[in-house]
């Protein structure tokens, strides 16, 4: 079967494209379980750290998140340069994902940015605290096989950076968009390295 094709049964098979129609089916479980338990538990909408935490400028809250997410990349990318281990993790993600067109990984980087971060920081952090928070992020993208268990300690790192924001800035703009800069920008290059390797 042809890459990009789908089974006579309209399966998945290993080597073609994840359907957007299963991504955005996840990531708006996820979003709607953050929005329904945060408004439960708090009565406050999970993009807010709290109803009368002061909000930094938006100007400022969207230069963070841009910034943030700028260093994320380009700190994976130095790893993937000068580490053999940041190489393997490339190749392997790289194989992993498969094709994927720009308007895909942008697809897949707002939705996995909006609905993590309502996730794990607007619904969870508030109710647990940062650092247990970080690492069930951590946790959730541990893959157990040797070349992908460093990408759990990357995520780690960047969803430290990703509560630190959310509690400096007062809701999920700045660490939405710093997620979902990591993700377009990562994801494409991923799947432009696989197409070339």
Do not use: C
Not at 53 to 70: D, H, K, Q
Not at 78 to 83: F, I, P, W, Y
Not at 112 to 134: D, I, K, M, N
């Amino acid at each position: 079967m042809a890459p990009g094709k789908s089974s006579p049964h309209g399966e998945w098979q290993r080597g073609q494209p994840i359907p957007v129609r299963w991504v955005l089916i996840f990531y708006g479980l996820l979003g709607g379980a953050a929005l329904v338990w945060r408004l439960w538990a708090d009565g406050v909408a999970p993009w807010r750290t709290s109803p009368d935490a002061p909000l930094t400028p938006l100007w400022l809250r969207l230069g963070l998140g841009v910034a943030a997410g700028l260093a994320l990349v380009a700190a994976s990318r130095l790893a993937t340069e000068r580490t053999r281990t940041g190489r393997a993790l490339a190749d392997e993600l790289a194989r992993l994902l498969g094709p994927l067109s720009v308007s895909r990984a942008l697809g897949f980087a707002l939705a996995s940015g909006l609905a993590e971060e309502a996730f794990f920081r607007g619904a969870l952090q508030p109710r647990v605290g940062l650092l247990v928070a970080t690492v069930l992020f951590g946790a959730a993208h541990y893959v157990p096989r040797p070349g992908l268990r460093v990408w759990s300690l990357f995520a780690l790192a960047a969803g430290a950076l990703f509560g630190v924001l959310f509690e400096g800035t007062g809701d999920l703009l700045a660490p939405a968009v710093a997620h979902a800069v990591v993700n377009g920008l990562n994801l494409y290059w991923l799947a432009r390295r696989g197409a070339e390797g």
